[in-house]
């Protein structure tokens, strides 16, 4: 016998809990704030345990740093003093975004449901299926970029934006053309800042929003498909949420360097 | 016709379109990627990585499709 079951209603738009004030508490804030927790915890227990002849949970978080801190040094030609001073963001969102981006299979804590029967609604959810989480770390990064940019060098970072000193320097017809040319690619780059902004935050919530939805749309399709058949599914969607929780924060270094390097002054590179 | 049914068909022919292009792209990605660690198997490490990072953004314009998909089904 063949037959639909009920799709559960599907919506970007995540559930509210209750309101405080004008700020709306949603599932996903609470599903962030248990991983919060979980991270807390888990960072006291890795704390305690630490030692020269490393714990096999501290030779996984070793590899992790090094791997970043490797990166951000190449990035930033050789500055290893400089790359350690950004690596605690991008490595705690790396750390958040892997328990983030899995919290689905976390057990338990992703079936907690609130008012049983009429109205039920899931207590917690994943995280960045709320666009708000993803767009708001992209932010944050952009601007802790912009922001580190502008504290080096205000006047340089704001010229890489603003072209207007060839358009003091003009000297014959033809160099009018070009100014207006940098003019307009000075302009050009202000807009590239804010696709960043978009493309950061969207890759981050369409992977996760689809992989999660694979599962449901699957899981709900027919009688026979409820058990065995989505395994396959969750597995592809968990592994595109360990590689989207390593390639945001590895996107977000590259945009950071190429900010914070354009307006220092040169440095030669080291050779690898 | 109706407007549940032109939202699906639209959000359909959307994906599909928006993967086209990513999908030659990240196999490019990764068949100049497998050439590169065959010629020096010792930089595969860093290659891989690399390799990862440029196919996530190759990906970005199917999942820009994907989100519009997405907004028609489910928001508008």
């Not at chain 1, 935050?201 to 939805?213: C, D, P, T, V």
Request: charged letters at 15%.
């Amino acid at each position: 016998m063949f037959y639909l079951l009920e799709i559960p209603a599907i919506s970007i738009k995540p559930d509210v809990l209750f309101t405080l004030g004008p700020v709306e508490i949603t599932a996903t804030m609470a599903g962030l704030l248990v991983v919060d927790l979980v991270l807390i915890a888990f960072a006291l227990w890795v704390r305690k345990g630490l030692g020269i002849i490393p714990s096999r949970i501290q030779v996984f978080f070793e590899a992790l740093m090094g791997f970043y801190l490797e990166k951000l040094t190449l990035a930033f030609g050789g500055d290893e003093k400089k790359a350690r001073s950004i690596l605690p963001v991008l490595l705690s969102i790396c750390m958040m975004l892997l328990l983030c981006n899995n919290f689905g299979v976390i057990p338990l804590v992703s079936q907690l449901t609130l008012n049983a029967g009429e109205g039920a609604m899931a207590l917690t959810k994943t995280p960045p299926t709320h666009y708000s989480l993803t767009i708001g770390l992209a932010l944050t990064v952009i601007g802790l970029a912009h922001f580190l940019a502008f504290k080096v060098n205000p006047i340089g970072h704001i010229g890489n934006f603003i072209k207007i000193k060839p358009l003091f320097e003009i000297k014959k017809p033809m160099d009018l053309l070009t100014a207006l040319i940098g003019v307009f690619l000075g302009f050009m780059d202000l807009i590239g800042e804010f696709a960043k902004v978009i493309s950061l935050s969207s890759r981050l919530f369409g992977n996760i929003l689809a992989g999660e939805l694979i599962v449901i749309i699957i899981t709900f399709l027919s009688s026979y498909t409820t058990f065995l058949v989505p395994i396959p599914f969750m597995f592809l969607g968990m592994a595109s949420s360990v590689i989207q929780a390593f390639v945001f924060p590895l996107l977000a270094l590259q945009f950071m360097t190429g900010t914070i390097t354009s307006v220092s002054p040169r440095r030669r590179k080291q050779q690898a | 016709m109706d407007i549940a049914v032109i939202k699906i068909i639209v959000a359909g022919i959307t994906t599909a379109i928006a993967g086209i292009g990513p999908a030659l792209a990240e196999g490019m990605v990764a068949s100049k990627a497998m050439e590169a660690m065959g010629r020096n198997p010792e930089a595969a490490d860093k290659l891989f990585s690399y390799m990862i990072v440029a196919q996530a953004v190759c990906e970005s314009t199917a999942i820009y499709g994907l989100v519009v998909s997405f907004i028609i089904l489910f928001a508008v």
